[in-house]
């Protein structure tokens, strides 16, 4: 099993979203143009092209901004070192205009990109709040001292500035918590993020303390679990055998990602068998709590078990 790739050496990334929140028609926008450039040819970056403030219709930071939250949800890869961003398969598979659910109108797409931020090591304050803080109550400071004490304590390379720190988990905060409107606010400005909807943190009392919601979540499809349980799977071991534990505790694993308890990850997991058609199975023999799967699942083919979700949503819908 792989440990969490906090450790000394590594390097934190607390910056890129230029202190902008993920908003709801960023990731299409950013989809649209990778995929109109990359159908195109077009040799430059369309983030840092001059025409992009233009084309865009947001300030350079916010088309930074822009960039950074496609790249971290997969929604585009690469444009580093000179070459253009190309798109990425959860792009592909959600954003395209003939893609699931382009313009976001389902809770799918949300768990979806709460996956991709929460196991992501590149987002620090993502990463370490869902998978290693160890309570359900924070307040901003609270997060601020705890990754610069673990800063401090590891110690990561590069060191990280406190207000650097500071910035990125008032980001993070407003990711899932949207900030009050004030009259010194821009109609743009008080957009909430889209993730605000997954109601995985909430403001609690007069000041500023918030809590993380940890239990069912009833807007999470079966599908998105199940991809979520082959994805960790192909990251953490080759082993046909994956315990318990390890989904519900390890850095990176459904339990932690979603801030599912024991009991509803195991409701979930005894449903799996029927979400992968038989290839992945729950089994509790002996006392021993474990998915067994008969084969593996290659992340292309796993991502194509959230569909179920969207037809799930498409039926409810007609009916």
């Given at each position: 099993?792989?440990l969490s790739?906090?450790k000394?050496?590594?390097k934190?990334?607390l910056?890129?979203?230029e202190?902008?929140?993920m908003?709801?028609?960023w990731?299409?926008?950013?989809y649209?143009?990778?995929?109109?450039?990359?159908?195109?040819?077009v040799?430059h970056s369309?983030?840092?092209?001059e025409?992009?403030?233009?084309?865009?219709?947001?300030?350079?930071?916010?088309?930074?901004?822009m960039r950074?939250?496609a790249?971290?949800?997969?929604v585009?890869?690469?444009?580093?070192k000179?070459?253009?961003p190309?798109?990425?398969d959860?792009?592909k598979?959600?954003f395209?205009?003939?893609?699931?659910?382009p313009y976001?109108?389902?809770?799918?797409t949300?768990?979806l990109?709460?996956?991709?931020?929460a196991?992501?090591?590149n987002?620090?304050?993502?990463?370490?709040?869902?998978?290693?803080?160890?309570?359900?109550h924070?307040?901003?400071?609270?997060?601020?001292q705890?990754?610069?004490?673990?800063g401090?304590?590891?110690?990561?390379?590069p060191q990280?500035?406190?207000?650097t720190i500071?910035r990125?988990?008032?980001?993070?905060v407003?990711?899932?918590?949207?900030?009050p409107?004030?009259?010194k606010?821009t109609?743009e400005d008080?957009l909430?993020s889209?993730?605000t909807?997954?109601?995985?943190?909430?403001?609690?009392?007069?000041?500023?303390?918030?809590r993380?919601?940890?239990?069912p979540?009833a807007?999470l499809g079966?599908?998105?679990?199940a991809y979520?349980?082959?994805?960790?799977?192909n990251?953490?071991?080759?082993?046909?055998?994956?315990?318990?534990e390890?989904l519900?505790?390890?850095?990176?694993?459904?339990g932690?990602?979603?801030?599912l308890?024991?009991?509803?990850l195991a409701?979930?997991l005894s449903?799996?068998?029927s979400?992968t058609?038989?290839v992945f199975?729950?089994?509790e023999t002996?006392?021993?709590k474990?998915v067994?799967?008969?084969?593996n699942?290659?992340n292309?083919?796993a991502?194509?078990?959230?569909?179920?979700d969207?037809?799930?949503?498409?039926?409810g819908?007609?009916?």
């Open positions: 099993m792989s790739p906090l000394p050496g590594y934190p990334q910056s890129g979203h202190t902008f929140p908003r709801y028609g990731l299409k926008k950013a649209d143009a990778v995929a109109h450039a990359q159908q195109e040819a040799e369309v983030f840092n092209h025409g992009a403030i233009a084309h865009f219709g947001v300030g350079k930071n916010m088309v930074a901004a950074h939250w790249t971290q949800c997969h585009i890869t690469g444009g580093q000179g070459s253009p190309e798109v990425g959860v792009g598979k959600i395209d205009d003939n893609g699931l659910d976001m109108e389902y809770p799918s949300l768990w990109l709460q996956w991709a931020l196991t992501n090591p987002l620090t304050t993502w990463y370490w709040v869902f998978n290693h803080y160890n309570s359900d924070f307040e901003r400071d609270t997060l601020v705890g990754l610069t004490r673990l401090e304590e590891t110690p990561w390379s990280i500035s406190k207000a500071k990125d988990v008032e980001c993070f407003r990711t899932y918590a949207a900030k409107v004030t009259g606010q109609h008080s909430e889209p993730l909807e997954l109601s995985l943190i909430k403001a609690v009392g007069k000041k500023d303390g918030f993380i919601i940890r239990g979540k807007t079966d599908g998105v679990f979520a349980v082959a994805n960790f799977w990251k953490v071991t080759k082993a046909n055998t994956l315990s318990f390890s519900a505790h390890q850095p990176g694993s459904p932690k990602a979603f801030q308890d024991e009991e509803e409701d979930r449903r799996i068998e979400t058609g038989g199975r729950w089994s002996a006392g021993l474990q067994v799967r008969s084969r699942l290659s292309s083919e991502l194509n078990l959230i569909d179920m969207y037809q799930v949503e498409l039926e819908q007609v009916a």
